[in-house]
Every structure is written in structure tokens, then in C-alpha cells.
């Protein structure tokens, strides 16, 4: 899992130690196991957040991991043209490439370490595909999607696209260097990444080394989650097992601890984790298939304006690129 390294953790800025007799850390609530599902043209996803309730999750909707899959020639796939509202998609990048583009003219192209996140606000249509030459060759695809949802008060704002590369993302070490810490938005210890947000939250991409542990000052009117992206390790002061393809859902407090298990595969080398937080909206959620909204009345109006070519067009250089249903 390349996405950003350095040689040297030790000369990053540290991630401060937490005083132990004022900070408490916040036990593990719950371990789910994210079952697998085709997304998109028929690329392999988990969905991160099965069967975690939704009160938990708030501010986030969705979350899949995409891959990790090794694509023979010819076989990478990603998505049709479909339409979004009410919320923002974060497409996070670890190996392989991904190309983006919306009806307001934003995209570009990701690769290791690096995120776009999109606005729909009040509506937009996009494409996500590896490109061209990835297709002809094959080769490892592995990200993340997370969908955040927006407060009522900004479920019309305007679209907008954010293109955050690898070399923006904020690089911490844990005080002993045994974990990597890559903040992608909000802040850790003082250190703020470069993801700019209508809802506040943090994101985080941490690597602990075999037998190192990360623990991580977190605002207590957040909540907390961990997704194993590789590896395995546990979770919580309390030590509690986890590995690839699960999240943690954690209680109240000031810290998330996470450790590394000693002995780690040679393919994944240590526990790379996704950690996830934010201040919860706590509004009412309806959501259909790309549409996120307070109301049912909402989504339908959202349907309604998509079928009308109200939420954009597909731009006339993809105009041969067919666009999916709003159900997709």
C-alpha cells in the first residue's frame, strides 16, 4: 500500500503524546466484518459501513473500499455517468489510477495518496473510470469512496470539485516513529490537512509498523472509526482483535489507540488503517440510491429534477459514454 512514505518518520512532526491522567481513551463500542458486493461496471467493493447503525455513523452515509484487486489486462472497470445531491463523494486513491470528471467541468486524474472530493450540494453529474492505458495494461486498483453527508443548510450549495494530491496531505509520525500518519482533512494534534469541509470532520490514513501502536488525540464531540485497510492489529485500550475488511466503532473520550499485531504477512507488512471522525448533523436522513436528503418528498423532487437534465449534462466529449439510472 503505497500511496504517500517517507524514509524517515522520525524527522515528520510528531503526533503529541496525550497526558494519561486527563485524556481518556475511548473504549471500542463495536467490530463489523464488511461484507463484499460488485459496485459500478462491475468493480469488487466492501461496504465498510454494513450493519453499523446509522447514529453511529453520522455525518458519514457510505463508505466503500474499493479493491484491493489485481486487474488482468483488459478487465478494470469503474462507473457509468449518474447524478449526486445533497452530500459529498471523497474517492481516496492507494494504488492505481482513477480518472474523474463532472457536468461542472471538475476532475482530473488520481493516484497514490491522492483524494477528490466533490460537492454534489444541489446537484451534479460524474464519471469515474481508470483510464485508457490502465485498462490496456491491468494492474492493482485499491481506494477508498466515503460519502459525507451535508446539513440541511448546505444540501444546496453549490457544486464543487477539490483536487487534493499526495504532496498536500499532512505527514505526522507517532512519537516513536513506528506509525505514519497522513491527514487528509480536519486536524490532528495541531496539524490541519488540506480538505476543506462544510461539515467538520477528520480524516486519516495511518501505517503502524509490526508491534507499534498510534494513539491519536481526537475531539470528544466527534465520533470515531477505524477501518482496517491491511494488516491486522487491535483496537482500543482494551486491545480488542481486528484485521482487514473491518471497522471499529468506538466510544466516548479523548483518544483512538490503535496497535499493530507483531507478526504481519509479507504482502502487507503492518496495519494500515482509514481513522474517521466528525461532528454529528443529527437531522433526519432519507436517502435513494445517489440522492441524499432530509425528506422522502426531497428525493423525489431530486429524481424528478434529474430526469428533467436539471442536475447538468453529460459534457459532449462523453457524450458516447452511456449515464445510469438514478436507482444505480
Known sequence: MPAVTVENTLALPRVPLPDP????????VSVTT???????EGFPVRRAFAGVDVRAL???IHMDQMGEVEYAPGEPKGTPWHPHRGFETVTYMIDGEMAHSDSHGGGGLIGGGDTQWMT????????????????ASGGLFHGLQLWVNLPRAQKFAAPRYQDITSSKVALLSSDDGGALVRVIAGEVGGHAGPGSTY??????HATV?????LTLPWRTDFNALVYVLGGSGTVGAERRPISAGQLAVYGQGDTITVAA????DSRTGGLDVFVLGGLPIREPVVAYGPFVMNTKAEIITAMEDYQAGRLGSIPA??????AATPDA
Open 21 to 28: 491522567l486527563t485524556a481518556a481513551d475511548r473504549p471500542v
Open 34 to 40: 464488511a461484507p463484499r458486493a460488485l459496485e459500478g
Open 58 to 60: 453520522d455525518p458519514f
Open 120 to 135: 454534489a450540494g444541489s446537484g451534479i453529474l460524474h464519471i469515474e473510470t481508470p483510464p485508457e492505458y490502465l485498462v
Open 199 to 204: 461539515t467538520p470532520i477528520t480524516l486519516v
Open 209 to 213: 509498523t509490526p508491534g507499534a501502536s
Open 261 to 264: 499485531d507483531a507478526r504481519q
Open 317 to 322: 466529449a462523453h457524450a458516447d459514454v452511456r
